[in-house]
């Protein structure tokens, strides 16, 4: 196999990380692949990029020769797949919405999206697996513990048109559903609070309010009140990372089973009662205006049945 790729119009517009493990067939991990171009060991048209950069048609993508070797070894490798097949199995039982050109699953709890940090693979992974998904992109991202609607594109010219939509920010309207420990009177409210993401003094990132972070905005409303909780919709107007759990948790209203951002003490008082350490933040709705044809398009994920259980058994109880 040649180390040098020539971007066809079918990859113009796509990142370079994403057309390299295409070209490698997905044998490569991405954190692996991501210090490869941080050093500079790839080139396009002879210069350093990064791996957010886009593509052009034409450009020419020179991959070291041992990457391209690495690939050639773990292609031949086919390690235990049961798990994956699982996996995918499960996720293929969530479909809620699929066309020519999108599929979108309603993710579990528990379930990353992609492999990476200690994880040999997630939902793209176990997708991309089945003779039928192979060329799967993710559209957007979850967090591995919220569950719900997710959208994947099964065709390069459905994905840059999501993203496009997604840049726009006017285009696409994501709903969740949160259970949170809280006391709030408000029945709707507006965060805005530009959010910044840091290391700890542990070497761990998160996610804080800070006057130079990134401009982010939800909108709140309150759909059931218990004693010491609250069920909220949360409706995103920007879309930064942990956006609906820093800016709830900045309301002093903590998402139940929130473990970077809620109290351990809460979370394991709410864990005994309920029966479950899971985080309460599920992604209900995915709303694209104009999506084909001049029509809108509304895909929903129902809620799951622990947030119904949940806020029974929180009917009559205080939590502090």
């Not at 972070?213 to 909780?229: I, W």
């Not at 809620?303 to 949940?310: N, S, T, V």
């Amino acid at each position: 196999m040649s180390n040098i790729f020539v971007v066809s119009n079918s990859f113009a517009g796509v990142r370079v990380d994403n057309f390299i493990s295409n070209r490698l067939k997905r044998t490569i991990p991405k954190p692996y692949l991501h210090k490869i171009i941080r050093t500079g060991q790839v080139r396009v048209n002879g210069s350093r990029v990064k791996s957010a950069s886009r593509l052009n048609t034409s450009d020419k993508v020179r991959i070291p020769p041992f990457l391209v070797e690495q690939s050639s070894v773990r292609a031949k490798y086919v390690p235990p797949a049961k798990k994956m097949e699982d996996l995918a199995s499960m996720l293929l039982e969530n479909v809620i919405y699929e066309d020519k050109g999108i599929l979108v699953i309603d993710k579990p709890s528990g379930v990353a999206v992609h492999g990476g940090s200690g994880l040999s693979y997630g939902v793209i992974e176990a997708l991309r697996s089945t003779n039928k998904f192979y060329d799967l992109e993710l559209v957007h991202r979850l967090d591995k513990d919220t569950s719900g609607c997710l959208i994947l594109a099964k065709k390069r010219s459905s994905l840059r048109r999501l993203h496009e939509y997604l840049r726009d920010g006017d285009m696409i309207t994501k709903r969740y559903s949160a259970l949170c420990h809280s006391s709030l009177s408000k029945s709707k409210f507006l965060v805005d609070k530009p959010l910044l993401k840091i290391h700890d003094i542990s070497g761990q990132w998160k996610v804080i309010i800070a006057e130079d972070g990134k401009d982010s905005q939800t909108r709140f409303k309150c759909l059931k009140r218990m004693p010491s909780a609250r069920m909220f919709e949360a409706e995103l107007i920007t879309g930064r990372t942990h956006q609906i759990r820093v800016h709830l948790a900045s309301e002093d209203s903590d998402i139940i089973g929130d473990s970077r951002y809620g109290c351990r003490k809460i979370n394991d008082q709410y864990a005994n009662i309920i029966g479950t350490d899971r985080l309460f933040l599920h992604a209900s709705s995915i709303f694209i205006k104009d999506y084909e044809d001049g029509k809108d398009l509304l895909v929903e994920a129902k809620l799951p049945e622990i947030f119904e259980i949940a806020a029974n058994k929180l009917s009559d109880v205080q939590v502090q």
